[in-house]
Each structure stands twice: as structure tokens, then as C-alpha cells.
């Protein structure tokens, strides 16, 4: 709750505010300290009376257990900078093994110590070099190309490429967690959420945003599965077409949907809407001609021509962040 206070002033005119006594004292202010003020873009004042002083690291503790994986990964969407896990006794080989596999599925998270009963994992990634549009962009460019390749690769039966779409999702994932650390990073941070130009609302459709673009990547990481299920099997001349026809129109759909979220773009979010007529004509075909192919076929091309269908609804969901 806000504590009011009544702004005063000098005869010689200066306006001044008393600071709360107790969060003075909880800061270790004393007269004759410096405190910075920084003016949000809104009017408010913001006051750090850390100022000049290097920001204490944010360390966690952690202890070897079945969900080691889920709780380093925990630690570091949260921002915690140094990451320790500790053991009362050696830590075995599969306990480093699992430690160094979810360090490297994070980015900036390195091991600077390790000993026989201790880990030590750090951050050594610096917020401010990692604007929200610019990783939500890297990510959107490894997913984009993902879901291109991933119907080539349907149309034509080239499991190698299957295989490459699979294997780049770990790159979008990594990514994600990147956004996603940065994001609640910037809520804590007032300061950061200024310099970034970034507001807490923002972090919030940021991080929704990234959400959908990592979906649409699983999507085309789903169609992959089918083409390998497939193995080499090719449709129809018909069911290429439209598939290519199909993943044209949910491309342009989710690179639309995308530069209107960046640019705040409301025409070009209702142009995503609009499509939804085509899509569905061009699925209702597929599934038109589907009947022609033979039954061991039909289910893979089926399913894959649905999770083609989930990119567009990503991508309306997208476009629907803007307003």
C-alpha cells in the first residue's frame, strides 16, 4: 500500500519530500548519503539508494534430487545469477551429467566451480544487452524457418530435413527461456524497465508473444514426426499442392501476425483474421482429396495437415496481443 506524503517547501522555493524513516534505515541511509532519481516516462520518480553501489548477485541453493533439471531451470527464468548445488557427500556421475545437459540448454548459464560435493552454475549474461523485440525476433526467424522446411520436407519425403526441423527446436527453446528470464527481470527492475523503453504491461504481451512463436515451432516439430512416421512416403501431386498451398498462407499469417505485434499494427493484425475463410477452404480440400490416398498414409498426412492448421490459430492469437 502507498504511503502519502505531503510534498513541501523552502522559502527559497525548493520542493522536497521526507523520505519513510524505516526505509531509509533498511537501506543504510545516513545524512550526507547520495540517492539517484530517475523520471519514468509516465511522471513517476524513482529512487535507488543503491546508487554507485554494485547489486548484490541473487544466489539459490540447491540440492541434488529427482527434479535437479526443473529447479535449476526454475532459478534462472527467475533471475538468480549464481546457482549452487550442494551435496552432504560426493556428487555421482549422473548428477553432473544432468547438471551440464540443463546448463546447456540455457543461455549465458555457465559452471565457473566444481568440486567433489559442489557445483556452481553462473549468469554471465548483462539484461540490458538483450532487448525483448530483438530476442523475440531470433526466435521468430529459427521458428519461421522451421515451419518452411517442415512441409518441404512433408511434400517430398526428405527425412533428413525432417530430422534438421527437429533439431533446431532445441535452439528455440533456448531462446524462449532466454525471453523469458529477461522479461521477469525487467518487472523487478524498474530502472532496467525504463532504460529498455519496456513497461510491465509489455513484459506481459512479450512474454505471450513468445509463448505462441515456441508453439508454432512444436507445431512444425509435430508435422516433422509424421513426415519421419511417413518414412519417404510421398503424397499425392494434388495433396502436395495444397499442402504447399496451405503453408503459404499460415507463413504469411504468422509473419504478419508477428510484424503487428512489433509495430503495434491493427490493420495488419485484422488482415491475419481474414484469412481464416482460405485456410479453411484449403484444409476442407485436403481433406477432400486425402480419401484417395492409401489408409496407411492417410492418418500422418492428416494429422500434419491439422497441425499445419494450429500455426494459423497461433498466429491469430498472436495478432489478437495487438490493440
Known amino acids: 500500500m502507498s504511503e502519502l506524503r505531503k510534498v513541501q517547501r523552502t522559502p527559497t522555493g525548493t520542493f522536497f519530500v521526507c523520505l519513510p524513516r524505516a526505509w531509509a534505515e533498511h537501506n543504510g541511509l545516513k545524512k550526507g548519503a547520495l540517492v539517484a532519481l530517475d523520471e519514468a516516462s509516465d511522471g513517476r520518480l524513482l ?4 546508487y554507485g553501489s554494485e547489486p548484490l548477485p541473487k544466489v ?5 534430487g529427482p527434479f535437479l533439471a526443473r529447479e535449476i531451470v526454475g532459478r534462472y527464468l527467475f533471475g538468480f545469477d549464481v546457482i549452487r548445488i550442494e551435496a552432504k557427500e560426493r556428487i555421482d556421475f549422473d548428477v553432473r551429467s544432468l547438471v551440464k545437459s540443463t546448463v546447456a540448454s540455457l543461455i549465458g548459464l555457465e559452471i565457473v566451480e566444481e568440486t567433489y560435493s559442489q557445483i556452481v552454475l553462473q549468469c554471465l549474461l548483462e539484461p540490458s544487452g538483450f532487448p525483448p523485440e530483438k530476442n523475440l525476433r531470433r526466435s521468430y526467424a529459427i521458428v519461421a524457418g522451421m515451419h518452411r522446411d517442415v512441409v518441404n520436407s512433408l511434400v517430398d519425403g526428405d527425412l533428413q530435413l525432417a530430422k534438421s526441423v527437429i533439431a533446431r527446436d532445441d535452439e528455440s527453446n ?3 527461456f532466454l525471453l523469458v528470464r529477461i522479461l521477469r527481470t525487467i518487472i523487478q527492475n524498474p530502472v532496467l524497465s525504463e532504460k529498455l523503453g519496456i513497461s510491465p504491461i509489455d513484459c506481459v504481451d512479450y512474454r505471450l508473444a513468445a509463448s505462441l512463436v515456441e508453439a508454432i515451432g512444436d507445431a512444425s516439430v509435430q508435422v516433422a514426426a509424421k513426415t519421419l512416421e511417413l518414412n519417404g512416403v510421398k503424397p499425392s501431386e494434388e495433396l502436395r499442392k495444397l499442402l504447399l498451398s496451405l503453408q503459404a498462407v499460415c507463413y504469411e499469417a504468422h509473419e504478419q501476425a508477428l510484424k503487428a505485434f512489433v509495430c503495434k499494427d491493427i490493420a495488419l493484425a485484422e488482415n491475419v483474421r481474414g484469412m481464416h475463410e482460405k485456410v479453411g477452404a484449403v484444409y476442407a480440400d485436403i481433406e477432400r482429396a486425402i480419401k484417395s490416398q492409401p489408409l496407411e498414409v492417410m492418418p500422418q ?7 499445419l492448421q ?13 490493440a
Request: hydrophobic letters at 55%.
Open 60 to 64: 539459490a541453493v540447491l540440492a541434488p
Open 310 to 322: 494450429q500455426v494459423y490459430e497461433y498466429s491469430v492469437d498472436l495478432a489478437d496481443l495487438v
Open 47 to 50: 529512487i535507488d539508494a543503491k
Open 174 to 176: 533456448r531462446l524462449y
Open 301 to 307: 498426412i492428416l494429422a500434419a495437415s491439422s497441425f
